[in-house]
């Protein structure tokens, strides 16, 4: 470890614990960063002393279960959003903590907008990334009746176009 766990008071190692526990990542990483802040320490060292933490009490860790993703699940998810459903979209986002993943939302019309629908996290011996996501948003937007879309199923891209900008005609047509 960096050293910092034992700058901590003895208090803040069982709430940070007991967060890392629960697998409550960022509300561990939020009580290092603002105990040790006062001593030059950034929120990149705090998740450094967290991710330590999840490696050193390894199994006891309660993850939580992933997000459901098969079709009842997901358009059970959609339906309690405002507005009408104009597509599914599977789009690429990352952090420090979980390195890349998938976010499954749903474009809405009327008003616009869009909701969240599930987070897919890659998983040891699991499907790759991109598939398990892809298969999921393509078998709801089946479900819906309404387009999917993916722009770089294949390759993290938390810069590829959205199912929005693919829509608009272009400049000067």
Same mark, same amino acid.
């Given at each position: 470890?960096? +050293? ?14 007991? &967060? @890392?526990?629960?697998?409550? =990542? ?15 320490? !950034? ?5 450094q002393v967290v991710r330590v933490r999840y490696?050193?009490? +390894?199994? =006891? @860790?309660q993850h939580r279960p992933p997000d459901p ?6 358009? $059970? ?5 405002? +507005?009408?459903?104009? $597509? ?10 979980? %390195? ?6 749903? @474009? ?6 869009? !909701?969240?629908?599930?987070? @897919? ?12 996501? $892809? %298969? ?10 309404? #387009?999917?879309?993916?722009? &770089? ?10 199912? =929005?900008?693919?829509?608009? #005609?272009?400049?000067? &047509?």
């Amino acid at each position: 470890m960096n +050293g910092w766990w034992t700058y901590l008071e003895e208090q803040t190692r069982r709430k940070v614990d007991a &967060s @890392v526990l629960r697998d409550r =990542r960022l509300t561990a990483v939020k009580a290092v960063w603002e105990a040790l802040r006062p001593l030059g320490v !950034g929120l990149h060292e705090a998740e450094q002393v967290v991710r330590v933490r999840y490696e050193i009490l +390894g199994d =006891r @860790v309660q993850h939580r279960p992933p997000d459901p993703l098969g079709v009842s699940s997901l358009a $059970a998810r959609a339906a309690v959003h405002q +507005g009408r459903v104009a $597509a599914v979209e599977a789009l690429w986002d990352g952090d420090t903590v979980h %390195d890349w993943f998938v976010l499954l939302v749903a @474009v809405l019309d009327d008003p616009a907008g869009e !909701g969240h629908l599930a987070t @897919v996290y890659q998983r040891p011996g699991g499907r790759p990334l991109g598939t398990a996501a $892809a %298969d999921a948003g393509q078998a709801l937007a089946n479900y819906l009746g309404v #387009p999917f879309h993916f722009a &770089s199923p294949d390759i993290p891209d938390d810069q590829a176009p959205r199912w =929005r900008t693919a829509q608009r #005609p272009s400049e000067g &047509s």
